[in-house]
Structures are given as structure tokens and as C-alpha cells.
């Protein structure tokens, strides 16, 4: 098992599990009576957004540890970072006292135009370059340490030089920062490229992984889409337990953002990634 | 940025800007070494056109049912190419959207009061996500701070309370000045057609008139001014101080 050195470098504690604070919980999540560790939020959705947004994140925050993950840095796109976003980013960070926050390793702007996607990079040496800078200058503004996600992507964009997890790991040792390993984004990436999920894991900076992300996903005939609309499959628990016994606790979070079931529903599959962490925990 | 980095973004920006076919083809042609399925690669050029589709559904339903499927196909389609999506939060996609309905009325045949509605329905989500946080306390009868005023040559409010019922029709023609705004507890948006006892309401809170002084200069009964200040308190228009 690999020490957390990231983590430990930081102070940063497994958290537990945790669940996304979407819309349709706003009124219900504040106030459940089921076991949560942590809410996770999207900072897009309260950077700009006041009314029942900010009373639910409020209330969240009274109760739990609050992390960000954001969809809008942009960490890989050509354009300078957006100072209003990472201005309001670094005053929410600061407002939920949040130990670390996350983004996604890929571009989403282009020509000062948001397309509210994460857009996949070329895993060329020349992106390393181009983005290692820009986290650095994140992690300065904001102050707190930053988890860089593994991106699903359906396509290897052009011009490629190294394998994906080189690619990670340059990017994330380069920058001094953490790995967010979303365990379904491997699994859906395996499938859809061809390659053993488990190698891929192995080849991984493991020592950096501080948060996982679970979530479900889309089959289609030719291709499978991370969708978070679904349940976590059973390739993705077992990849999981895989993961957690490389790298020992970590905190994790059920995703879940489209075709929300209940909000009781999303805290069953968090109550099973807590029994998988306690399984970890007990080997 | 390295050119081939500059040259790689400069290219895929070509094809979001306006995915299909032609775009896509230009796009395997400034990189003659991708093998990468075409299919895989307009998997985001839909993302992209849908994630602005998808906000201006949920945004503008009365519209969209306004106008029909073809027609609302159509402007949302041509709405994307104009690559409005220029703020981190998506739903603010949907800020230029009245204004671009405006200037495709008669183009497009749409019904006269689309761009009324356009502008009505962007307002009443601007209203609920409003930063404008109510002050509590206050020490003194004050407008809410989410307000919003909208004079338009059509009855919204009474058409958009009544939807469903001949919705069909659409509004009426006819000048209205409509108020939203956002309670400060329930936190959704309320509307009216401004009445004078709300407009009477609402002067009283901007100038800081007592209910005492408006029946002096209106010869008003003081009780139904009070009354008209209590309930447009309640629904939230005016915030009034603790009793």
C-alpha cells in the first residue's frame, strides 16, 4: 500500500463518503438523519447563484465538511484563467473552510467562450508545459491544496506523445498537486480505449490520489458515456476495493447528476463505498 | 503555448463553434495523422450544442411551448451558432435570449408576444438565483431587493398564472408592468401585474411615507393602507420591520 504522501504532506484526513449537494437536495440534504461525511458542490453553481442555493450550501456547511469541485477552471485551455472565476472560487473556498478543492484535467473555453463541457487534451508534453504553470498559479490564489480529476474522454485528441497515466503523472508531479481518481472515468476510459483498468491504475501516481470518485455510467453499442446516471456498476466496486488497497482510505464521493434518483437512493450507494473503506480499513 | 498546442485548440475551436459534417471533416483535415473515430470526436461537438439546448429548455418552457417544436428547434440551433456561452455558470446562456428572440419575430413568424415572454421568463429565473439577499432586520418598510420591474405591450402575468388553460391563445395585447421579485423566505419568485395598491406599497417603501401620511394626502382609509402593507408584506414585495 502506498503512503498518501500528498495527503500527509498537507494534513489532509480521509474524509469519509460523501454525496454531491444537487438542486433536488437543497431543501432535503440539510436536514437528513442518515450518515454523510462530507458534501461535495460545484462551484459554478454558487459563484453567480444567490436565493435557495446559498441557504442550502450555508446549511450544509454547518454540518459537514464542504469540498469544491469545479467544472469551470479551465486548467488546460489557451485562454488565461478567468480572474473573476478563480477570484470568487479562491472567497468560496475560503467561506466553507475547505481543506482541498478539485477541477478536471481538460479544457472547457475557448475564445473567452464557456462550452460547458470537459473538453479532453492531447496528452502531448507540450499541454504538461502549458498547464503545470497555470495549477501552480491556482494553488498560490487560492491557498489551499488542489486535486486535479482524471477526465473520462471518448476520443485521443491528436498529436499524442505520451500514455494517459504518464501524462497524469507528469502533469500532477510537475505541479505539486493531488490526484482526484475518479475510479468509474478508468473503467469507462478502459472500455472504450481498449486497456486493462487495473494496469492502468497500477501505472498511476497512487501516493497522490486524496480523493476517488464513483459514479455510474451509459452503455451504448459503440461506446460508453460517464454519464453519472446510474447506480455504480459492480466493474467499478471491484475496481474500487483495487484502488483502496493500493492506496488505504481516501475520501470518496458518489456522483450522481443525471436521472437523480431519491436522495435516499444516493446515500445507499454512499452507505456501500463506506462499507467497502471499512472493509480496506480492516485488511 | 506551443504552436502545435495553439494550432490543436485553434482547430477544435473551428468545429465546436459550429459541429457537423463539413466542420468536422476540416477538422481531421488540420490534423492528417488522427485516427482517432469521427463518431468518438462529434460525441462533444453534440455535448457542446446540447449543454446550450438543454439550459434554454429549462429556461424558456413557455416559449418553447409557445412557438412549437419546429420553430424552437430552429431559433435555439441558430441561437447556438452565435456562441452565447460566454459565463462559467450555464444558465446564464440564457441572459442574450429574449434579445435574440426579438430580433427574429417577424423573420421567423413568431407570435408577437414571444419577445415578452423571452424577456418574462429570463427574469423570473434572474429573480430566483438573484445575489440580492434580503436584509433581516429591517429597521424600516423596504422595497425586496430582488425587484424586478418589466413594462411590456402584452398580459403576461395573468396569461402565465392561467397556463394551461387556453395557453393556446396566447397573452393578451395590452400594457402591463410587471413585478417579480423573490420571498425572502420561500425563496421562489412571485409576480403581479403592478396594481395601484402595490405601486402605493412600493412608493411608500422607496420614499419612507408612513401609512398616516398617505391617508392624510389621499384621504385613503389608514386601515386599508395598513392592510395593503401587511399583505404585500407577507407575499414578500415590501419587506417590513419586526412588529
Redesign the interface.
Known sequence: MVATTYARRHGLSPLGVGIGLRRSFYEELPRTQRTLDWVEIIP??F?????????ALDACAERWPVLPHGV?LDIG??DAL?ED?VTGLAALVKRVDAPFFSDHLC?SR????????L?PL?F?E??V??VVPRVREVVARVGRPFLLENPSY??????GTLSEADFLRHVVEEADCGLLLDVNNVYVNAR?HGYDARSFVDALPLERVVQIHLAGHTTYP??I?DTHGDRVCDDVWSLYRYVLARTGPVSTLIEWDQDIPSMAAVLDEADLARAALREGAGR | ??P???H??DS??SY?ARPGGESLERLYTA?P??R??S???S??GD??RG??RTALEKLFPLLRGAVGAEAWLALVEDFTLT?P????????VGEGFPAFVADAVSSRGLPPYAPALARFEWSDFAV??????APAPVERLTPNPTLVVLEQPFRICAWVRARGQGAARGPEAGDELALLW?HPER?VTYYQEATPAALLVLKMAVEGLSASDVATATGMPEADILESVARLSREGLVLAPLA
Open positions: 459554478e453553481n459563484l453567480s447563484l444567490g436565493g435557495r442555493s446559498q441557504r469551470g485551455g489557451p478567468d472565476y479544457y475557448l475564445g473567452g467562450v464557456y462550452l460547458h463541457d473538453l492531447p502531448t507540450a499541454v508545459e502549458h471518448y476520443a485521443n485528441m491528436p498529436g472504450n459503440d461506446v458515456i | 503555448m506551443k502545435s498546442l495553439k490543436f485548440f477544435m475551436g465546436l490534423h495523422e488522427w482517432a473515430p463518431s468518438r470526436v460525441i462533444y455535448f457542446v449543454h446550450v456562441r456561452a460566454r459565463h462559467h455558470e450555464v444558465n446564464r430566483f438565483v438573484s445575489q440580492a439577499e423573490r425563496l
